[in-house]
């Protein structure tokens, strides 16, 4: 089993800066796959940023070029910088990842707000 804890999250005006943590109960490079999911207030989740453990990364449309994920295999830790933020960067991030035989994990998530 495979456990997650996001933090980071919190109210940050249009333009400034958040940086989301997620932290793994298991060695990530054991792990197919990480991602950064969201899901806005009356929307359905979407996903923000994936990277595999071969390095490849996949971002959405409306965050590339301002957000970056990025992983510390000795800290078992993902990160989600989060720059130039947006009112409609508001959401509930969530942490999620895929391990070798294709079973999903989540972690409980972390709101995100943005005032403009």
């Known amino acids: 089993q495979v456990q997650l804890v996001e933090s980071g999250g919190g109210l940050v005006q249009a333009g400034g800066s958040l940086r989301l943590s997620c932290a793994f109960s298991?060695?990530?490079?054991?792990?197919?796959?990480m991602g950064w999911y969201r899901q806005p207030p009356g929307k359905q989740r979407e996903l923000v940023a994936s990277l595999t453990s071969g390095g490849s990364t996949n971002y959405a449309d409306s965050v590339k070029g301002r957000f970056t994920i990025s992983r510390d295999n000795a800290k078992n830790t993902v990160f989600l910088q989060m720059n130039n933020l947006k009112p409609e960067d508001t959401a509930v991030y969530y942490c999620q990842s895929e391990d070798r035989i294709f079973r999903e994990y989540w972690g409980q998530g972390t709101q995100v707000t943005v005032s403009s």
């Open positions: 298991v060695r990530i490079f054991r792990l197919n796959r």
